[in-house]
């Protein structure tokens, strides 16, 4: 019987479920080159009940949860609402999925606009790849954020310590990175963990809280152990990108977004928001990200 809150799709590599609710990602195991399984995905337990969820239409914290936008202040919690919205199954096969959120009249007391929201999942081989497709059905242009926020599983490989994992960029990223104040709101206070493209992980890079990178020059990141097993992600359309995870938990989440939290200090209108961008009406904007098993 084919459920209607999640779907299961898979092939011979990757094994994916999706849910409506939020159209979040909640399982993504993969099956290496010798036949062993893994999962890579975090299983959402406590301290954080989440796996992958989608940010949208802002990507962190609006100051104290308000903005003005057509000269009335709306209010949105971080992140956004969609990821706490049940979304509707456009087409479920044996190896994708694809749902959509409309804009109604629950989204519009927090963001007076009209818009649809598609997310595909496609699995090809060893790979997962997600579309996330914005269409402005409005007559006024779209002003919005999106991200992906998965948290993986760190270790990634089981019974692997944690200090023997580490990130390689594709490119330097030397720029200072940002950090969240206790309200959510960015600081550029922190010279950039990486060192010569990578990034050696442990628990006290993230005592801080999350790692913003504002401007990424890399499209692509591997997160694998020091025997090269692990997980490669890439991404199109999404500049920034965040790391965090909480200290003492079994994660860690890449998060490559369009759009950050905003800056401290910021007073301006909604649309000058730093990392949004508006989309003309009746037009569509996408971005995607990958995920692919190593090992």
Not at 75 to 101: N, Y
Not at 102 to 131: G, H, M, Q, S, W
Not at 188 to 214: H, N, T, W, Y
């Amino acid at each position: 019987m084919i459920s209607d809150a999640s779907h299961e799709f898979k092939n011979n590599r990757l094994c994916a479920t999706v849910a409506a609710h939020g159209a979040e990602l909640q399982r993504l195991q993969y099956t290496s080159t010798l036949g062993q399984q893994r999962e890579m995905l975090w299983e959402g337990t406590d301290p954080w009940a989440r796996h992958s969820p989608i940010l949208f239409p802002i990507v962190g914290k609006l100051p104290d949860d308000c903005a003005t936008l057509d000269g009335q202040i709306i209010r949105m919690s971080q992140h956004g609402f969609a990821r706490d919205c049940r979304f509707d199954w456009v087409e479920r096969t044996e190896t994708s999925c694809t749902l959509e959120l409309r804009d109604n009249a629950e989204t519009r007391a927090f963001f007076p606009r009209k818009f649809i929201l598609r997310v595909k999942y496609t699995l090809e081989n060893d790979t997962i790849n997600i579309i996330y497709s914005v269409i402005n059905t409005d007559e006024y242009y779209l002003p919005m954020s999106i991200g992906a926020h998965p948290a993986f599983k760190w270790p990634i490989i089981p019974d692997t310590p944690k200090t023997q994992h580490r990130l390689i960029f594709s490119h330097n990223e030397e720029k200072p990175t940002g950090r969240l104040k206790k309200d959510g709101l960015v600081l550029k206070c922190s010279p950039s963990p990486v060192i010569k493209r990578e990034v050696a992980l442990s628990e006290d890079l993230f005592q801080e809280g999350a790692i913003i990178f504002e401007a990424l020059s890399s499209r692509e990141l591997q997160f694998v152990t020091s025997s090269g097993e692990g997980l490669e992600m890439s991404w199109t359309n999404l500049p920034s990108l965040g790391l965090w995870m909480i200290p003492g938990s079994n994660f860690l989440c890449i998060e490559p977004w369009q759009g950050y939290a905003t800056p401290a200090g910021f007073k301006g209108d909604f649309t000058d928001k730093p990392g949004l961008i508006s989309i003309p009406p009746r037009e569509q904007w996408e971005a995607q990200w990958k995920v692919r098993g190593i090992g």
